[in-house]
């Protein structure tokens, strides 16, 4: 397994800054979240790129900007969303980009199908195979917005948009939270190509609790050799994270 930092963390600095700190913390491999783009000026991605290079960071995965459409009319945002993410994965040379279900859990049922196929089917996937980016689907909170929280509503959302080349994006803190963990990993071990890691409401783990290890063993029993993603809360003192680091660079060995 491969640590990494999701850098989402430090969206507000600016990009040098923001490298710089995860660099300070004796990270080399990260997530980049388009959190971390200011101003959606589609020429930023080469900023982002040149500021990577010159980092000397890996990023192993880009979180998508996501709009979570509430109303078919929106479906055009969440598409331009989607776009510009993995032009800037292609560029930061992201092998993997996750991605949200992209649908509101508030759109009405009978929208679902439609929004999916308009989002996905004819414009992400497309996109991302020309590029030769993976796309990852992540599970959600109950917090969330957004639509994909347990094994039937991911189940829903795979019936349209799966072509079997999908991977998982599992979010730990996500699934302790809807108490969804051991589903999930039942449903979907084997397709899992990147992690999510935190403990709930994003809180960094510099314990090794329970929970957390029986995770990592079942990890480790389906063969997982993907990103670990540390992805914390805003806020977080950086003593924190380098403790979290401390644990983490000792599991990633073990498991
Ligand atoms: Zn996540």
Redo the contacts with the bound molecule.
């Keep these: 397994m491969k640590l990494s930092l999701s850098n989402g963390i430090f969206s507000k600095f600016s990009i040098q800054e923001n490298f710089a700190t995860v660099k300070q913390l004796g990270f080399q491999n990260i997530e980049f979240n388009m959190k971390s783009v200011k101003k959606e000026h589609d020429t930023d991605v080469y900023r982002e790129q040149q500021a990577l290079q010159a980092s000397g960071l890996t990023c192993l995965t880009l979180h998508s900007a996501i709009l979570h459409v509430k109303d078919p009319i929106e479906v055009h945002q969440a598409i331009y969303y989607g776009k510009i993410s993995l032009e800037c994965a292609h560029a930061l040379g992201a092998p993997i980009m996750t991605v949200h279900s992209n649908i509101a859990k508030k759109l009405p049922p009978h929208d679902r199908e439609r929004c999916l196929n308009e989002i996905f089917n004819d414009e992400i996937k497309p996109f991302a195979k020309r590029l030769g980016i993976k796309l990852s689907l ?1 599970n959600l909170s109950c917090t969330s917005t957004g639509f994909a929280k347990n094994v039937e509503q991911l189940e829903e959302v795979l019936s349209v948009i799966d072509d079997g080349d999908l991977g998982i ?1 599992f ?1 730990l ?2 699934a302790l939270e809807t108490k969804e963990a051991d589903n999930l990993l039942d449903k979907y071990g084997e397709r899992v190509c990147n992690v ?1 890691m935190a403990n709930k409401s994003h809180k960094p783990f510099t314990e090794p609790k329970p929970e957390l290890l029986s995770f990592m063993s079942r990890l480790h029993d389906f063969e997982y050799t993907g990103p670990i993603t540390l ?1 914390i809360a805003h806020g977080t003192p950086l003593d924190e994270i380098a403790k979290c680091k401390v644990l983490f660079d000792k599991l990633v060995t073990q498991y």
């Design positions: 992540e994006t979010d803190c996500h999510h992805e």
